[in-house]
């Protein structure tokens, strides 16, 4: 197929999952680059989830300093002060991944987001950016797109029980079995900024109540200049606020948007590990898809509550 | 979300988590995670290389190392303030009884075989505690709630029965490779290298009764001086080459199917091999070495190459032959594993030879070894979802919500837009033997099957008790145990050897039996009726129980317990059942806060799911 072959203790260590998406998946998976960024419960489930696949490389991008706070729901920092003082989360993540597998290379890189240029994204065959505001995706989004090869783009974000994930894969084309034959299928991808944009009105609606409300608390951040995830209970009143006004925007009721729905998304600032295990297992396995090109992937969100137990996938896109 | 209530539910809780195997990693990590401060985990298994890819708590360095007492002390690098014990130990040791079970408010189950899941399902219920149960399979999982007298127990329902296949499909007409791979493990395999006593279908059906059954039995015989490479040939040519030319001989049998081609060594392979690669002799691995590879020998390295008939005929003959050099002293006690390299090679290349006799497309190795071994497909990511989801159910369970309890299950491709897909669980099934003690009926000749024959496919293999004990009436026909006499022991033992009807209180049509266990403390009435003939196809155990869970036969990880000797049984790894199709539902009316939350939202939203279309989920079982 791709003319290597895997070595015995690739054969080996991977058996299990090679019986799953087999040995030219498995090729392609060693053979790619994913960057990290924002390694909270969610981001740190999802890295151990490809590291463990046996992805060719990891890079990680968090230079916050670890502090206590950072535990939370984060496994891969071990709550040694001596050890952590002074460095930052992707450094501390970093040499606890390249334990769970050797033949995967994690590294660090410095910065932030915003600050890497274009070029830098094209080391990168999938990029995905945990807990960032609404500008930051946009952004890293706009420059994964004017890259001449495709780089698969998704964000996470987990607030309380509550988790959404949205990917990218511009124009993908993929194999899929159908009644013992294999057909190519062929998905178009709206860019970050365009599914964020659709109108309101003409979305159906049975469609995932968390699409909306997380759009309001992406809207309240920015307004109010804060970071991804820097609300409280206290907000509430403004939240909802907002929420009215989007809604009169978007002429739909604001019973659009439940009130009890954005009070756990305000109140979420600590996530709640369960949730993180289940949307970084579902974040990674889109990955490892999109990257094997087996398998019909996700398009273009993804909703889990753990709430109504509700894992949904929901198609938000201007269709023409 | 993380409330206060639910906080001191966490904090206070004693949890006892069954297996540290790929949920079992996952579970105890995000348990951890979760402030859960009290946890007990029971594991058998040590630590091997294939599960390195997904039981992340595991380095290479664990390596057979106990699964419970590494995953323990990994957990505790991260949260080292909480308490953790881990028992080494398999689950049905009597130690765990259902006393064991009572100190703790939940049990979670991380397993990967049937018979287990079920007596911890008897325990639970023994000790009246609440059970979440899971299973994963490739991108499928489930998670399911049992609460003695609130949710269905674990055998409510049928588990999908282990495939068996026809006696005389395997030994005469096989249509499918997973034929040849049975072939070549339970008659060839176990013919050559297992014990000489076992009853064994090997040859040719008796249709033809040309040769004597004597004269076959003696080419599987090696005299002390016998060349092996010589005896190789032999068996070669007798399986693959006379037994299908006798086999051919009937017309009846090939009306209407394709006609096996009779293969021979000497088509097939040069004159002596021997002197071609000399590898046998030159070869420096030791007696007994478990690596002994024929693989290695003839230079084959890729495990993923789909070899011809004559590099699968090599393989053949130097497996066989390694085997007599290198590991004779085994000879006689061999059962197949899956982690027996050359017992592999063996499977590998008879399999392929049946194969290509019988126009039957051929296998890799690393295929094959995947059938003949169950190997159940695993991946992190959907053992990670599972885990997340026995947690959640875990706490509404502290928390006592019952009104809130889910069936989860986990889907390769969205279901009405789901890849998590909750359902409102089953009220407990009134027909069901372990949880309503629901009376069995057995059909039995109970003139010409003997005491040892019920206990041993009945009440073992079928009803999954470990240490049974069987009464009639008042007299006691039969029990284990460390604390009887040599006068019992004596009694019972003489009981094994008699027909039912010959018994001290004799077993006829309209007997009642009572089959107790006593550590899972399950008892359950078998009404005995008397039938004389039995279809030896579709029934080859000479009984029919109804009103059963199907027999436990494990997969992958552990040792087989079926001990099926007539039907032929080739396990699926069925830790992933179908999503139902009735609708018995725990309960008719919503939860309160749903109410609230429907009413202002005005929407159509069902927080419930009812499966319209029966969805199977055996799909699971694909071939590579």
């Given at each position: 197929m791709d003319g290597e072959e895997l070595t015995a203790q690739e054969t080996a260590l991977y058996d299990r999952q090679i019986r799953v998406w087999g040995a030219g998946a498995q090729r392609r998976l060693s053979k790619s680059h994913v960057l990290v960024s924002g390694i909270k419960g969610t981001v740190a489930e999802f890295c151990k989830n490809i590291v463990l696949a046996g992805v060719g490389s990891v890079t990680l991008l968090d230079d916050r300093l670890v502090t206590a706070e950072a535990f939370n729901a984060n496994f891969?920092?071990?709550?040694?002060e001596n050890a952590y003082l002074g460095k930052t989360v992707a450094e501390i993540c970093c040499d606890s991944l390249k334990?769970?597998?050797?033949m995967v290379h994690v590294s660090v890189e410095k910065g932030d987001l915003s600050t890497h240029g274009i070029d830098f994204f094209k080391k990168f065959d999938v990029v995905v950016i945990g807990y960032s505001s609404r500008a930051t995706k946009k952004a890293v989004n706009e420059k994964c797109r004017k890259l001449t090869k495709r780089v698969a783009f998704y964000t996470v974000d987990c607030r309380g029980s509550c988790g959404e994930i949205f990917v990218d894969l511009q124009n993908y084309n993929y194999t899929k079995k159908k009644l013992d034959e294999t057909v190519e299928c062929e998905l178009t991808y709206p860019s970050f900024e365009e599914a964020v944009s659709?109108?309101?009105?003409?979305?159906?609606?049975?469609?995932?109540?968390l699409y909306f409300a997380m759009r309001v608390i992406e809207l309240f951040e920015e307004a109010e200049g804060r970071?991804?995830?820097?609300?409280?209970?206290?907000d509430l009143p403004k939240v909802s606020k907002l929420k009215k006004e989007i809604c009169e925007g978007n002429s739909?009721?604001?019973?659009?948007?439940?009130d009890s729905l954005l009070e756990r998304l305000v109140a979420?600032?600590?996530?709640f590990p369960p949730a993180c295990a289940i949307i970084g297992g579902i974040l990674g396995q889109e990955v490892i898809k999109a990257i094997s090109g087996k398998g019909e992937p996700l398009k273009n969100f993804f909703y889990f509550d753990a709430e109504d137990g509700k894992g949904v996938i929901e198609d938000i896109s201007n269709k023409p | 979300m993380a409330t206060q209530e639910q906080q001191s539910a966490i904090k206070g809780a004693k949890v006892l988590m069954v297996g540290a195997g790929g949920i079992g990693c996952e579970l105890l990590k995000t348990l951890a995670l979760s402030g859960f401060e009290d946890i007990h985990i029971i594991d058998m298994d040590t630590i091997e290389v294939s599960n390195l890819n997904r039981q992340f708590?595991?380095?290479?360095?664990?390596?057979?190392?106990s699964k419970a007492k590494v995953a323990r002390d990994a957990v505790l690098r991260f949260r080292p303030h909480i308490n953790i014990s881990s028992y080494h130990a398999n689950?049905?040791?009597?130690?765990?009884d259902a006393d064991f079970f009572k100190q703790f408010d939940v049990v979670l189950n991380g397993l990967d075989n049937l018979d287990a899941r079920r007596h911890v399902n008897r325990l639970c219920l023994a000790a009246d505690i609440p059970l979440v149960e899971s299973g994963t399979t490739g991108f499928l999982g489930q998670v399911t709630v049992h609460v003695k007298g609130k949710t269905e127990c674990y055998e409510c329902q049928t588990k999908p029965a282990p495939k068996t296949y026809p006696v005389c499909t395997i030994?005469?007409?096989?249509?499918?490779f997973v034929h040849c791979i049975v072939w070549a493990k339970e008659l060839l395999f176990a013919k050559l290298f297992?014990?000489?006593?076992q009853d064994n279908?090997?040859?040719?059906?008796?249709?033809?009764?040309?040769?004597s059954s004597k004269e076959r039995e003696d080419v599987f015989e090696r005299a002390e001086d016998e060349d092996i490479e010589q005896y190789g040939r032999k068996i070669y040519d007798h399986v693959f080459g006379s037994n299908i030319e006798a086999a051919l001989a009937n017309e009846e049998t090939w009306k209407n199917r394709r006609r096996p081609r009779p293969i021979y060594s000497k088509d097939i392979l040069p004159e002596s091999l021997t002197q071609q690669n000399g590898i046998t002799q030159n070869c420096s691995v030791t007696d007994g070495?478990?690596?002994?590879s024929a693989m290695s020998s003839l230079g084959?390295?890729?495990?993923q190459e789909l070899w011809g008939l004559t590099q699968n005929s090599l393989l053949f003959i130097e497996a066989l032959k390694l085997f007599f050099?290198?590991?004779?002293?085994?000879i006689g006690h061999l059962t197949f594993d899956k982690d027996d390299q050359l017992a592999v090679e063996f499977v590998t290349a008879a399999a392929n030879i049946r194969a290509e006799s019988f126009g039957i497309p051929l296998h890799s190795l690393f295929e094959a070894k995947g059938i003949a071994g169950n190997i159940v497909h695993a991946v992190a990511t959907t053992n990670a979802i599972i885990a997340g989801l026995i947690v959640i159910e875990a706490i509404k369970v502290l928390k006592k919500d019952a009104n809130k309890y889910r069936m989860t299950y986990c889907l390769e491709h969205p279901s009405r837009k789901m890849l998590l897909m909750p359902v409102e669980p089953f009220e407990p099934?009134?027909?069901?033997?372990?949880?309503?003690k629901t009376p069995l009926v057995l059909e039995i000749n109970t003139q010409k099957s003997k005491l040892r024959d019920l206990v041993d496919?009945?009440?073992?293999?079928?009803?999954?008790?470990?240490l049974p004990l069987i009464m009639h009436g008042a007299s006691l026909l039969y029990e284990v145990g460390d604390d009887l006499d040599d006068i019992m022991v004596a009694n019972y033992n003489a009981n094994l050897e008699k027909y039912l009807s010959e018994l001290p209180s004799p077993v006829v049509n309209g007997s009642i039996l009572t089959v107790e266990d006593l550590q899972q403390e399950l008892s359950c009435k078998i009404n005995v009726k008397h039938r004389e003939?039995?279809?030896?196809?579709?029934?080859p155990e000479e009984m029919v129980l109804s009103g059963w869970t199907q027999s436990p036969a494990t997969n992958g990880d552990n040792a087989s317990t079926?001990?099926?000797?007539n039907a032929i049984d080739v396990t699926e790894s069925s830790s992933v059942a179908e999503i139902?199709?009735?609708?018995?539902?725990?309960?008719?009316f919503q939860p309160e806060n749903h109410k609230k939350e429907i009413e202002k939202v005005e929407?159509?939203?069902?927080?419930?799911?009812?499966?319209?279309n029966p969805m199977v989920m055996s799909k699971k079982k694909k071939r590579v």
């Open positions: 891969l920092i071990l709550p040694d334990e769970f597998n050797p659709v109108p309101w009105k003409p979305i159906p609606r049975r469609t995932a109540k970071k991804a995830g820097e609300c409280s209970l206290s739909v009721s604001e019973n659009h948007i439940p979420g600032n600590s996530e | 708590l595991f380095r290479r360095s664990h390596v057979g190392q689950v049905k040791n009597p130690e765990f030994t005469s007409t096989p249509t499918k297992g014990d000489k006593n279908d090997l040859n040719v059906r008796p249709n033809n009764a040309a040769s070495d478990s690596m002994v084959l390295k890729n495990p050099a290198k590991r004779k002293k085994e099934n009134p027909a069901c033997y372990v949880c309503s496919r009945i009440v073992k293999a079928k009803l999954g008790m470990n003939e039995f279809d030896e196809e579709k029934e079926s001990n099926n000797e139902p199709t009735k609708k018995r539902r725990l309960s008719e929407s159509e939203d069902d927080d419930l799911m009812e499966i319209e």
